[in-house]
């Protein structure tokens, strides 16, 4: 399967595009959503197209840019900064306690155990007096239609 465009042509269009937008004194998220809609892509795939080829030219092509990863040096000297704190824990904190035990010990697998086999419990409870309603609604609905001649 032969590619119609050459490789790299369309995110300098689109480059070209925006700055064009720009140049005429547009905002560039203005500039982004003009130029997505005159190509039918969405405004993320303009902004991507933009800043990947920006950042390709000499200087950064205006943009200016973050680096993504810290240098050696850098590097080096936030671990010597926090050598003696713990890191830092990313993410959501647990629910419980019982999620920060010791995934290992027999005793927190056994409470999660029962834990889960409790919610279990109560989920199945639930859709059971669901279910009795629902049938409850279905031959009330029926005594209707009945009675309605249908």
């Given at each position: 399967m032969a590619a119609t465009a050459t490789r790299g042509s369309i995110g300098?269009?689109?480059y070209e595009a925006v700055r064009k937008h720009i140049d005429a004194g547009k905002k560039?998220?203005?500039a982004f959503r003009l130029v997505a809609q005159e190509t039918g892509r969405s405004t993320a795939t303009v902004q991507t197209a933009y800043y990947r080829v920006a950042r390709s030219l000499p200087g950064g092509g205006g943009v200016q840019l973050r680096p993504?990863?810290?240098t050696g040096a850098?590097?080096?000297s936030a671990k010597a900064a926090g050598a003696g704190k713990p890191a830092a824990r990313r993410g959501r904190p647990p629910k419980n306690a019982s999620a920060s035990a010791p995934a290992g010990s027999a005793a927190a697998i056994a409470r999660d155990l029962s834990n889960a086999a409790q919610a279990l419990v109560a989920h199945i409870s639930r859709l059971e007096s669901e279910l009795a309603e629902s049938r409850k609604d279905r031959e009330r609905l029926a005594a209707i239609e009945r009675a309605l001649g249908r």
């Amino acid at each position: 399967m032969a590619a119609t465009a050459t490789r790299g042509s369309i995110g300098k269009a689109s480059y070209e595009a925006v700055r064009k937008h720009i140049d005429a004194g547009k905002k560039a998220t203005e500039a982004f959503r003009l130029v997505a809609q005159e190509t039918g892509r969405s405004t993320a795939t303009v902004q991507t197209a933009y800043y990947r080829v920006a950042r390709s030219l000499p200087g950064g092509g205006g943009v200016q840019l973050r680096p993504r990863k810290k240098t050696g040096a850098k590097r080096a000297s936030a671990k010597a900064a926090g050598a003696g704190k713990p890191a830092a824990r990313r993410g959501r904190p647990p629910k419980n306690a019982s999620a920060s035990a010791p995934a290992g010990s027999a005793a927190a697998i056994a409470r999660d155990l029962s834990n889960a086999a409790q919610a279990l419990v109560a989920h199945i409870s639930r859709l059971e007096s669901e279910l009795a309603e629902s049938r409850k609604d279905r031959e009330r609905l029926a005594a209707i239609e009945r009675a309605l001649g249908r």
